[in-house]
């Protein structure tokens, strides 16, 4: 099987460790790749084929179908993925988690994924 991985799923878990860690609502979109490198490493380690969906396509497509989740901003030079205020770790996990097989989620929870985004 081959898992397919979409901005989506990879910035929105990126951030649910990222908050769990030190509650960070922004991540930069290096931070986020570097994560699904690594989540996409762990996934071959384990024998499992998986491809990350990156595009600047899939990106518009992540603020306008998730509007009401994350926004697209700019700190310090560098141009990110946001979670919008009104919204939270729960949100994110009801939203993002619960369709997801078990191998990916296990993946995006490794502790050398969540170190990938350095923080």
Partial sequence: MCFYIGIEDLAANALIEAMKKVDKRFLTYNEIENYGAEVVQILQENGE???LILSRDNTDALF???SDF???REIDGQKG???RQEKNIEDLIVHFR???ALDVLMAFMNLRSVNALGI
């Fill in 70 to 72: 994350f926004e697209e």
């Fill in 81 to 83: 993925v946001a979670l």
């Fill in 98 to 100: 619960g369709y997801l």
């Fill in 64 to 66: 306008r179908n998730y």
């Fill in 49 to 51: 084929k998986a491809v």
